[in-house]
Structures are given as structure tokens and as C-alpha cells.
């Protein structure tokens, strides 16, 4: 089987890292993958996986200009690759996908995966994926949900959900990162993902404030790196954002928390990927969040309340029985979204649209 994956961008986040999950699985199957987006820093990790990688002109909402130039790109690509499948990943690239296919008149199956969006683009995304995709896969039971509630018909929504784990890193590993970091003995809460106006990470500042003790670090690196880091200066200087950290296990390993504060997710993998190491989770529970991850399982607040933050993490650090709690509970839980059941589905979802069936899933 011929895959080719579209996508905005390979900039570090959940959905590229799920990209390049896919990738992995298929090559080892022997598949032929090859992955189109604007370049960014996981190319290499694209790569790594054993795909091909087709870079594209950077598209936007607003650069009709840009937008045709990606759509021609990628139709060259579909020309000379001829896939079966066509994986898009959101809106946009599912719309360039569509528009690419649609200049090459070759009849490979358009598999749009939904990932989320914001609580007001779902109607946008309904009306466009109804036009160009016979069937849409969503990373969540709640992404479904939206998207149902926003006009797409529920028999051509078929959910997988995100899967993701962590093996342990090793003590030398998370001692270096450690160095690499000039962290001191102090217990350290962690956040991780980009940094962007959907993470609300100015609630995770505000309850840094709050908090005496422990260290407060960000991973990730986006558009707002100077408007927060600025921010945390202003807030007491409590919190560092130390850029986009590869050794995420390692990380995790030497959190005493780690805090997610967004304001909307599809189901993020980050999140997942520390709970199936044994950390200690607070986070909003918003969007994806509740379906899959138990209330016993981590530590759930509303989101925009940096008091509720704050509390969790306090009493995580105080009350050790309560913290090793949510720690075992954590790694039970993780079974449930353990990454091969997710490959299983999406594998068998590709064939069943290349055979014609009327359900993927």
C-alpha cells in the first residue's frame, strides 16, 4: 500500500507526533509512505521513520497565493507517487489534499483525521468536510461529538482514539537533562506543549505565583515564547520556558507534576504520554480529556482557574499517599490508550476504504 500523510506543518506537537507514529507502523509493514507538509523541525524524525518527505510552500487561511502553490506542489507529489491512500490531518490540508486530487484526477480515498478545533470553527469544519470527504476519522469521542453537533452527519464519523505511551527513562538520562537545565534539588512542575493561545499557559503562570517551593518549567516553543516569557517576569519570575526538550521521558521522570492548563484539546498526546509514565497529572478537563483519562487518574480542574491549579499541585506535593495514588492509577489507566491498538485501527481503516466498504472502522 501506497500512504501519503498531509499535513499544515512538522513543527514538535501531538498531531505531527502522531504523523510520525503512523509513518513508523506502515514502513515496518512494508508500506511506501510519504509525508507532504511546510517544513519544520521533525522533518528528520519523518525521516527516521522511513518516509519520504515532500516539502510544500507555507499555506495560510489568508495566502490564497501560498495556498496554490502548495496545491500544485502536492499534486506533482500525488503524480508521481500515485497513492492509494491520502491521510490529511485537519481542515486545511484536507482541503489541499482535496483540491490536489482533484488537479490530478487520481482516485486515491481521502482519509481526513479531525484532531480538534477550536469551539468555533467546528461549524466551518462540518460544512467544508461534508464537501470533500465520504468519511471523517476524529482522535476522540468528543471530537465526534462537536463535529456531529455542528452539522457533519454521525454515520460518516468514525473515532480512533489517540494512543500514546512512554518507556522509563533511566537516571542518567534524566540527570543530564537535569544539568542540561541547571535545575536545582527543588521539586519541579512541569508543562509541556506549544506555546500558543489555546494552551493558556498565563493560567499556568498565574498559579506558579501561587505556589512557594517547587520549580516551574514550560517545554515547547511557539509564536508567544517572548510575550510569555515577558509575562513570567512581570508574574515574579517563577516560571522558565526552556524550549522544545526532546528527551520528553526524561522530563516527565524528574516532574514532581506536570500541569496542563489548555482551554480546548482533541485528546493531547503529551498528557497521555505522561500519565503512561506514572506522573502526576493536573489538567482541565476539557474537550477529549474526560472520555479517556479517569477522574482517579489524575487531578481534573475547569479551565481558566489558576486557584484550582495552584491547589492541586499543592496538595500533590504534600500529601504523598494521595500523589503515589494518582500515580498507580495513572499507569493502570494508560492501558486503555496504548499506541498498537490505535495503528491496529487506523492500518485496518486504510483498508477497508481502499476495498470500498461504507465503514473504516
Not at 56 to 82: D, K, N, Q
Request: glycine fraction near 8%; aromatic fraction near 4%; proline fraction near 6%.
Amino acid at each position: 500500500m501506497k500512504v501519503l500523510h498531509v499535513l499544515p506543518q512538522l513543527a514538535p506537537g501531538g498531531m505531527e507526533r502522531l504523523v510520525i507514529q503512523l509513518a513508523e507502523d506502515a514502513t515496518r509493514r512494508g508500506d511506501l509512505v510519504a509525508v507532504a507538509s511546510a517544513p519544520g523541525a521533525w522533518v528528520t524524525r519523518v525521516v527516521r521513520a522511513g518516509a519520504q518527505y515532500v516539502p510544500l510552500p507555507t499555506s495560510s487561511r489568508c495566502g490564497v497565493f501560498r495556498m496554490a502553490a502548495a496545491t500544485a506542489r502536492l499534486a506533482v507529489c500525488i503524480s508521481r507517487l500515485r497513492p492509494g491512500i491520502v491521510h490529511a490531518h485537519n481542515v486545511r490540508a484536507a482541503t489541499l489534499a482535496w483540491l490536489a486530487l482533484a488537479a490530478t484526477r487520481h482516485h486515491a480515498v481521502l482519509i481526513p483525521t479531525l484532531h480538534g478545533a477550536h469551539p468555533h470553527d467546528y461549524r466551518a469544519a462540518s460544512r467544508i468536510l461534508r464537501r470533500i470527504a465520504p468519511r471523517v476519522i476524529t482522535c476522540a469521542p468528543s471530537v465526534g461529538r462537536s463535529l456531529e453537533a455542528a452539522g457533519f452527519p454521525g454515520e460518516r464519523i468514525d473515532v480512533i482514539t489517540n494512543g500514546a505511551a512512554l518507556s522509563p527513562a533511566s537516571s542518567e538520562r534524566q540527570e543530564e537533562l537535569r544539568r542540561h537545565l541547571r535545575l536545582g534539588p527543588e521539586p519541579l512542575v512541569v508543562g509541556m506543549g506549544r506555546l500558543v493561545a489555546q494552551k493558556d499557559w498565563p493560567t499556568f503562570v498565574a498559579a506558579a505565583s501561587r505556589v512557594d517551593g517547587p520549580s516551574f518549567v514550560v517545554a515547547g516553543d511557539g509564536p508567544l515564547r517572548h510575550e510569555l516569557a515577558d509575562l513570567a517576569r512581570r508574574s515574579g519570575n517563577r516560571v522558565r520556558f526552556v524550549g522544545t526538550i526532546d528527551d520528553v521521558a526524561a522530563l516527565v521522570g524528574l516532574a514532581a507534576c506536570v500541569v496542563s492548563t489548555s482551554t480546548w484539546e482533541g485528546l493531547p498526546l503529551a498528557l497521555l504520554e505522561a500519565l503512561s509514565l506514572g506522573a502526576r497529572v493536573v489538567a482541565t478537563a476539557i474537550d477529549g480529556v474526560p472520555d479517556v483519562v479517569p477522574a482517579d487518574a489524575a487531578v481534573l480542574v475547569a479551565p481558566k482557574d489558576p486557584g484550582a491549579v495552584s491547589d492541586a499541585i499543592s496538595r500533590i506535593r504534600t500529601d504523598t499517599g494521595f500523589a503515589e495514588t494518582l500515580r498507580r492509577r495513572a499507569v493502570a489507566a494508560s492501558v486503555a490508550w496504548r499506541p498498537e491498538q490505535m495503528l491496529t485501527l487506523y492500518q485496518n481503516a486504510y483498508q477497508a476504504a481502499v476495498a470500498g466498504k461504507l465503514r473504516w472502522v
